[in-house]
């Protein structure tokens, strides 16, 4: 058994799309129609060893559980960068909304931010 | 995790624009239930939501009418009423534009896909999967390990 995939519930899957390419920067795997929606994943550059699910959050009780989350302030998921202050930075010159601003917590400097899609995401850097 | 203030009070604004009573609220209201300037609300809830108020509260809208569309016998004209739209016309118009079909079309469409599930028209998300593959493998010659090892 391995773990090559995993996802996270966004509200649109084009506007997904546009911002886990365009502004977080990883590279789109799969788009497959099906139905009203896609299967739609993303990887990292250079790397396609896990896929990201980009899933329509259509279901109300997953979106329930996403709202719910989403208000808690909880991150749904969670990236790995090499340089957090940097990343921080792109991420903002490209109008990325912050909740927690880049903060060593032990081994690791965390920060979060929001996806659009209704999701807030932790990125890491371990140190 | 704490969250912010201003974090909060966008998520605030975001559940009153979410809202379908009888007394719409405006982007000049939601903004100040947030605390801040209209220009400064409309910025910030687009970085924090991906688009603009206006286009949050119509997604919305729209979201709750495909629901009410694909599980309940109310007509087109009661769902448009019951999720905040005025007009049949532009509640027509915006169905169309956003979901890509007339809202009835939508209704036959989400019925005849199979039994309703819990009042959700869509498939469970991972199960995309496997639906998207077998649309896939239908329209395209087979090949060994294409998708799957991709």
Not at chain 1, 87 to 99: D, S, Y
Not at chain 2, 127 to 134: D, E, N, P, V, Y
Request: proline share 6%; hydrophobic share 40%; charged share 25%.
């Amino acid at each position: 058994m391995k773990i090559k995939l995993t996802s996270i519930m966004v509200d649109d899957q084009e506007k997904a799309l546009r911002f886990y390419t365009g502004v977080f920067g990883f590279v789109k795997k799969h788009e497959i129609p099906a139905g009203e929606y896609k299967w739609l994943t993303v990887v990292s550059p250079g790397r396609d060893d896990l896929e990201l699910s980009l899933e329509p959050n259509a279901n109300p009780a997953a979106k329930a559980f996403q709202e719910a989350m989403f208000r808690q302030a909880i991150p749904l998921a969670a990236f790995e960068v090499d340089d957090i202050e940097a990343e921080a930075r792109r991420l903002k010159a490209a109008g990325v909304a912050f909740t927690t601003e880049p903060t060593r917590m032990g081994p690791v400097t965390i920060a979060v931010c929001s996806d659009t899609c209704g999701n807030l995401i932790q990125l890491y850097q371990p140190t | 995790m704490r969250a912010n203030a201003a974090f909060t009070r966008l998520c605030r604004a975001s559940d009153l624009l979410r809202a379908t009573d009888d007394r719409p609220l405006s982007i000049r209201d939601a903004a100040a239930a947030a605390g801040m300037s209209p220009f400064h609300f409309i910025r910030r809830f687009r970085a924090m939501f991906g688009e603009t108020p206006h286009q949050f509260r119509i997604r919305a809208r729209l979201e709750r009418a495909k629901n009410l569309l694909a599980s309940s016998d109310r007509s087109v004209t009661d769902v448009c009423m019951e999720v905040g739209f005025t007009s049949l016309g532009s509640f027509s118009d915006q169905f169309a534009r956003r979901v890509g079909m007339a809202p009835s079309v939508y209704r036959r469409l989400a019925r005849a896909g199979g039994p309703e599930r819990d009042g959700c028209a869509a498939p469970g998300c991972l199960t995309l999967m496997g639906i998207a593959f077998a649309t896939f493998e239908k329209r395209e010659p087979p090949v060994a390990g294409r998708l799957r090892r991709s």
